[in-house]
């Protein structure tokens, strides 16, 4: 048989781990925002979908959640969406 090659199993660190001090922290959190406003941008989508083929009580129910991530979890001042108040909701 031949001999096998081994690999040692030190950990490499990912460039995310030895950027924990100075603006490294700030890179992570910039992005971990930016993946959230992605989310909502997509949930802002399913949101006027949902309105547009008259599940107008489930959009209200998603509105209402988007409100409270903004507001509560991100910070951010609420942005109405054009189908959260209309004459069907």
Not at 10 to 28: A, L, M, V, Y
Not at 39 to 55: E, M, N, P, R, V
């Amino acid at each position: 048989m031949a001999p096998s090659k081994t690999r040692s199993r030190s950990s490499k660190r990912s460039s995310s781990s030895k950027r924990r001090n100075g603006s490294g922290s700030s890179d992570e959190a910039d992005r971990y925002r930016q993946a959230a406003e992605d989310a909502l941008q997509q949930l802002d989508w399913t949101i006027g979908y949902l309105h547009g083929i008259k599940k107008t009580e489930i959009s209200k129910a998603l509105a209402k959640n988007r409100s409270y991530i903004r507001r509560n979890l991100m910070g951010e001042a609420e942005e109405p969406m054009p189908a959260q108040q209309t004459d069907e909701t």
